[in-house]
Every structure is written in structure tokens, then in C-alpha cells.
């Protein structure tokens, strides 16, 4: 197999040690990183408050391990990927408003530990038949947590904290349908605690995790670079592949190989292959279409990496050229994209960087006499221009003004819908001290680069086809 991006096969051994490198890197984060989130967190947390959060999913057996991806919150926290998780958190000071005070014995903090992690006891009985689970030995490890108990002790802890000397509980809890449902399980839990003279406030757990995420930590950077170059890499295929006459759902195929062939997990979201009329609807998913003479293909794509996600568009010609009028509109577009990453430094706020791509874009569409004010931008350009990038493709933490480590998206557009054609060019940007650094460089997206790459030959896939 041809794994060399230069056309030259990669010797065995050399091989061998790039995926032993790309496999080390999916765990570049280390136990100590987790725990200097989880400080981070308690800074933010009020005195005598706990937070609890609960990971995805249920318990080993309950889950599809294929199909399994673990809560982005819990992730971040601890590091774990596997199911059957719950984390508690604890500040202590302050007092609390009322309720007795907390128990202890066995069941209370653990030597006024301030963080517990309850988990599964692990699957060490069937390994024959599983991939050995982390087990509660092998989770305390990963996230840095000496305090670890069964999953099943998880629920007389919950109790004693609610019913014990506590001001705030920070927890996205399981909410009933409307006034006349049945209480949850956790609900009924706060009412009964109440009832017994408990005075906690409620708060969200996401709301004292979410701002944590909005800058990124060297290990998340190279996590998700890695993730981008794949996707890059899946660009770079697609653009030699791609002809007239091939489905969109072919050329998914092509760029979701590439995806697997480099490790990634998964998608980070449905992979959008628009060719023709679907150029011009943000999120076609359906990839069904076959492509013809004349196209042009938006392809909007993200691997995840070690739970980070990539997401990155380019615009091609299913001929392999851009037709004057395209290449017109597509230049408007790059123009837009261009200007917008330039402004881009600390301490600027996202509404320069979005007015100077609307002033491209609105003196471009004006040239071509289809808008005659900024008013009617929205007519062609319809989405916004940017969102947060990490363990989501649309992160949480907000963009606001910029600060060093934010990831974030340039991606201007046009839709022409009378005409058919759409363009999108979406970069994944980097923050630095200085400035700024465009992290999907790797994809062409100049007019020249692309038509070149398009030249070259790519996967022959007529080798894989049934006779019908």
C-alpha cells in the first residue's frame, strides 16, 4: 500500500514506527494535565459546594464499544473514554445554607478527599470475549484520582452529599417532562433532601466547565492538529480523485478511508459532500447525488483525534478546472477567508474579524451586480463565519475576543442557488502570542494549487464496482 503523500512507497519499518508515533500521540495528555483542570475548576466552583457529573452512557455491558463516545465534559475532566463513570468534585469552606451537617464513616469523603471518581470494577472475568476495561484501578490511574469506588457506591454518596452541610450543587441532572410528570430519580432525590431541611442551590455543571475549555493546553493543540492534517490529507484525495459521473457517497468513501487508514476514531460529524444544487445547502449529509460535468463540490469534513475534531471545507471542480464564472465567485470567497485570517491576533474581537470578511464579500457580490448594499449580503451568505473548535466541531467557551491557544474557524461563503453553485472555504486557525497560524494550510485552496493536485492521479475505485 501507498501510504506516501509524495507518491513513494514507505518501507515497512518506517512504517511501523509512524503508527506506533500516531498511536502514542492519542494519549498526549497526562494524568497531571487532568488534575490541573479539575483545580482549575475548583477555583471556579463556590465554597462548600460540590459538583457531580456523570460520564455517557451507562455500564460496560450497556453500550456498543464501536458505537461508544464518552461525554466531551467528562472527558476533559478525567481522561476517560470508557462508560460507567461519575465524578465528584468538592470545595470545602464557607458552610452551607442549612440541612444537617455531612456524615462520616465509610461512606463520606474519603479523608476529606476532594475529588472521588466512581467506576466500573472492570471486566477481568470475560477477557476472552472483551478488550480488558481500565477498571477501577486503571481509571484512578489515567485521571490522576486516588479516590475510587464502585459505580454501585455512587448513589449513598449522592445522599450524603445532598443531605449533608452543602451551599451549591453544580449537576446537569435528569429533568421530568413538565409540572405533571413524574419526578426523576434525581429530582426525587432533591426533594426528599429538602425535605429534610436541605437548603442547596442548584446549578449547572456545564457552566463551570464550559469556559475551561475555550483555551487550549499544548497536548489539545497537537491532538488537534493531528486530526486537521488527516483531514487534510482526506482533501488532498479527494481533490486527485474526483470526476464527473461519481457519486457524492464515493467520494465520502475515498475521504473517510483516509480518515481510518490514519487512526482516527470517527467522523467528528456527518461528512458534507454538496455537488451541484446541494453546493448550496449548508448541511447536506445525504451524499446521494451524482456528480456532472460542470459541478463545483463542496466538501466539509472533520476527522476526531483522540476525541478532538477537525473541520475543514474546500470547494472543487468536478472537472478538475474551474469555469470562469466559478472561478470568479470562488475568488471572492478566498478574498473573504484571506482578510478575515489576517486580522486574526490576540486581543481582537471576532466582530472585526467578521466585518472585514463581509467587506469582501459584499464588494465582490456587488461587482458581479448580484447585491446593490450590504443589506442583501444575507441573500448569498447565510451562516455565520466562525465557531470554537476541540472536543466538539462547534466547541463550547465562546470566541468573544481572542486570547493565545483559542481554535477556532474561518469559513466565508457564497450560494448563488439560480446558478447551482456554492463555495465554502473553511480554515481551522490557531491564536499563537503573536498572531495567528492557519493549521489547514495542508489543504490547497488556491485556484492553481487545486486544479494541479486535480491533475494528478488518484484512487481508481472502478476496481471495487459490482456489475449491475
Known amino acids: 500500500m501507498n501510504l506516501s503523500d509524495s507518491g513513494r512507497p514507505i518501507g515497512r519499518s518506517i512504517f511501523v514506527a509512524w503508527i506506533a508515533a500516531l498511536a502514542a500521540s492519542v494519549s498526549a495528555q497526562s494524568p497531571e494535565e487532568f488534575q490541573a483542570r479539575r483545580e482549575a475548576l475548583r477555583e471556579a466552583m463556590g465554597d462548600g459546594s460540590a459538583l457531580i457529573l456523570r460520564g455517557a452512557g451507562g455500564t460496560l455491558d450497556a453500550v456498543d ?28 469552606g464557607g458552610g452551607g445554607r442549612g440541612g444537617r451537617a455531612a456524615r462520616g464513616g465509610r461512606g463520606g469523603a474519603r479523608g476529606g478527599a476532594a475529588e472521588t471518581l466512581f467506576f466500573d470494577r472492570g471486566n477481568a472475568g470475560r477477557s476472552d470475549w472483551d478488550a480488558a476495561s481500565l477498571g477501577l484501578e486503571g481509571a484512578g490511574a489515567a485521571a490522576g ?70 483555551v487550549k493546553s499544548a497536548a489539545e493543540i497537537e491532538l488537534l492538529r493531528t486530526a486537521i ?22 467520494l465520502q468513501a475515498i475521504l473517510e478511508h483516509v480518515f481510518q487508514v490514519n487512526g482516527a476514531e470517527r467522523v467528528g460529524f456527518k461528512s458534507i459532500v454538496g455537488s451541484g444544487p446541494n453546493s448550496c445547502i449548508l448541511h447536506w449529509a445525504s451524499n446521494t447525488r451524482q456528480t456532472q460535468a460542470g459541478d463545483v463540490v463542496v466538501v466539509d469534513i472533520g476527522a476526531e483525534y483522540g476525541m478532538y475534531t477537525a473541520d475543514v471545507t474546500r470547494t472543487i471542480p468536478i472537472n478538475g478546472k474551474f469555469s470562469p464564472r466559478q472561478r470568479e465567485v470562488y475568488e471572492i470567497v478566498l478574498a473573504a477567508n484571506e482578510a478575515a485570517i489576517a486580522r486574526v491576533a490576540p486581543g481582537v474581537s471576532m466582530a472585526q474579524i467578521n466585518a472585514a470578511a463581509n467587506e469582501q464579500l459584499t464588494a465582490g457580490l456587488m461587482r458581479l451586480g448580484l447585491i446593490r448594499s450590504a443589506g442583501e449580503l444575507r441573500n448569498y451568505y447565510f451562516h455565520g463565519l466562525s465557531h470554537s473548535l476541540g472536543l466538539a466541531v462547534h466547541d463550547v467557551g465562546g470566541l468573544g475576543t481572542l486570547e493565545a491557544g483559542m481554535v477556532f474557524t474561518i469559513e466565508p461563503g457564497i450560494y448563488i442557488r439560480a446558478e447551482g453553485i456554492g463555495f465554502r472555504i473553511e480554515d481551522d486557525i490557531l491564536v499563537t502570542e503573536t498572531g495567528h497560524e492557519v493549521l489547514t494550510a495542508g489543504a490547497p485552496k488556491k485556484v492553481e494549487e487545486i486544479e494541479a493536485l486535480m491533475a494528478e492521479t488518484g484512487m481508481d475505485i472502478a476496481r471495487y464496482l459490482i456489475k449491475r
Request: charged share 30%; glycine share 8%.
Open 229 to 250: 492534517d488527516i483531514t487534510n490529507a482526506a482533501h488532498r484525495e479527494v481533490m486527485r480523485s474526483a470526476e464527473p459521473g461519481m457519486y457524492e457517497y464515493q
Open 145 to 214: 484520582i486516588g479516590d475510587v469506588r464502585p459505580t454501585d457506591d455512587f448513589q449513598a454518596e449522592f445522599e450524603r452529599i445532598v443531605t449533608g452541610n452543602l451551599s451549591t450543587l453544580y449537576m446537569d441532572y435528569q429533568r421530568s417532562r413538565g409540572l405533571h410528570a413524574p419526578l426523576t430519580p434525581d429530582e426525587d432525590i432533591f426533594k426528599k433532601a429538602r425535605d429534610r431541611g436541605a437548603q442547596f442551590e442548584l446549578r449547572g455543571a456545564a457552566g463551570r466547565i464550559h469556559p475551561l475549555r475555550r
Open 65 to 92: 464499544p464501536s458505537d461508544y463516545r464518552q461525554d466531551s465534559n467528562f472527558f476533559y475532566l478525567t481522561g476517560i473514554k470508557e462508560p460507567g463513570g461519575v465524578l465528584v468534585v468538592r470545595k470545602s
